[in-house]
């Protein structure tokens, strides 16, 4: 009988468990949890690692697929970074080395070879959006990080989040999926996306262009991808969509994962502005990029959720008749 071909697999915490012990130098015995989650093909796996002292950690087992079209070298750059802003003193849930002295593994599941790595586990609870003086430190570290990184010579090359890679092949992959019942849908979101690519072509093109707008960036920050402590000492995890970009587009992911920008109290935002600007001033520019990036993360994010060979499906939770 030919071997089935396998698109979603999930790795035994066991046997996680047995090349974590093999490829670390850590305390044994190591024991591996899968954290619960709800089941969505394009998120990576973590499991709650502890060793025979007690020390915990998470490992991140990346998924295997080609829906970003990342190779060996954009996992490298991720934990590379990591490791960068880890010296660098700013609080980011940073890559433990293998014995080796290297920061990634690989395994090979049903699907063909994924890539892993150890990481340390945040300390504290998810922030609060409601919280002015945890906004304010989200905002400075997040500048911070910014300012850290334009110092950063990374040696491995990771896709930049141009506008191709935020805003056409996204589009490409929903013309795709959304059929003529759909075509007023997609001429509204096409129109979107043009302008919202015609705003910032022509803000990054004009005079008053800022040399560091683009960098490094986290790409994907939001109130729980940071942890705080009950001293409100912050630590930020989860840089699976990180890489070059505009940092204009960071704040504005941030404003759009919380939907802050749409909050009905100004002193959230304003909380969160001010300690970005007690770090780094954002240009005229930049702020007025913020509008369009919002817009452009709409049409980034309904791309990575259409339909790809299967990976996602028609709906994330059943119908309760099926």
């Not at 880890?86 to 090979?108: E, K």
Request: glycine share 6%; proline share 4%.
């Amino acid at each position: 009988m030919n071997q089935i071909r396998v698109m979603r697999s999930f790795v035994a915490a066991d046997a996680l468990a047995e090349l974590i012990q093999a490829d670390y130098n850590l305390a044994g015995p190591v024991r591996c949890k899968l954290f619960s989650k709800m089941l969505r093909t394009q998120d990576n796996d973590h499991y709650k690692v502890t060793t025979g002292n007690g020390e915990k950690y998470v490992v991140r087992v990346y998924q295997f697929d080609t829906r970003l079209n990342r190779q060996e070298s954009d996992y490298l750059y991720e934990v590379d970074w990591l490791n960068y802003l880890h010296q660098a003193g700013l609080p980011v849930s940073y890559p433990v080395r293998r014995a080796d002295g290297g920061l990634l593994s690989r395994l090979n599941a049903p699907e063909g070879l994924r890539y892993y790595a150890l990481f340390s586990l945040a300390p504290g609870r998810p922030m609060s959006i409601k919280n002015e003086e945890q906004l304010f430190v989200m905002g400075r570290e997040m500048a911070r990080i910014h300012l850290a990184s334009n110092d950063y010579q990374g040696q491995f090359a990771r896709q930049p989040m141009n506008l191709e890679f935020l805003v056409d092949k996204p589009i490409e992959r929903i013309k795709q999926y959304w059929d003529e019942d759909r075509a007023q849908d997609l001429e509204i979101l096409m129109i979107s996306a043009e302008e919202a690519k015609e705003e910032i072509l022509a803000l990054i093109a004009n005079e008053y262009y800022t040399p560091d707008s683009w960098g490094p960036i986290g790409g994907d920050f939001h109130s729980g991808s940071v942890f705080f402590t009950d001293d409100n000492q912050p630590t930020f995890f989860n840089f699976d969509l990180c890489g070059i970009g505009w940092r204009a587009y960071d704040i504005a992911v941030f404003l759009f994962n919380t939907n802050l920008i749409h909050n009905s109290s100004a002193e959230l935002s304003e909380a969160f502005f001010a300690g970005y600007y007690s770090q780094r001033q954002l240009s005229d520019n930049e702020h007025a990029a913020i509008a369009p990036f919002i817009t452009i993360r709409r049409i980034w994010q309904t791309g990575l959720f259409s339909m790809n060979d299967g990976l996602v499906g028609h709906t994330f939770i059943a119908p309760a008749n099926n």
